[in-house]
């Protein structure tokens, strides 16, 4: 059996807090596959650092500015300049943290995780 064709607004969407702190709005999923979100953090606003242990990510900045600090054990942690046009990855295991560095413009950011994100 197929899974319906589903559509969903950013504006319809539901609202959810992230453990990292951030405003999380789950889109469109695929069952079991994946899924679709909108994340945003507020003018000079820092998340929380976490890892993720079920889920992977792909970001895409679409919005304001900030900065991403990543670290895999065994590795040595990176800070990359988040962008507009800025696209990144969060493997399982990652702790990652990220801020919003504009003054007056949240940092926005659509992510594909797969599994679906947790609703």
Not at 12 to 40: K, Y
Not at 71 to 82: M, S
Request: charged share 15%; net charge negative; hydrophobic share 40%.
């Amino acid at each position: 059996m197929h899974e319906l064709p589903a559509t969903q607004s950013l504006e319809n969407a539901p609202v959810v807090i992230a453990p990292d702190g951030s405003t999380v709005r789950p889109l469109c999923h695929l069952s079991g596959l994946g899924s679709f979100a909108h994340f945003q953090l507020e003018p000079g606003e820092v998340a929380k650092a976490v890892s993720h242990a079920t889920v992977q990510e792909i970001w895409y900045i679409i919005g304001g500015a900030g900065r991403m600090w990543r670290h895999q054990q065994d590795h040595e942690p990176a800070t990359e300049n988040l962008r507009p046009g800025i696209c990144l990855t969060i493997p399982l295991g990652t702790t990652f943290q990220f801020r919003a560095d504009s003054p007056d413009e949240p940092l926005q950011v659509v992510a594909v995780t797969m599994p679906p994100w947790p609703t």
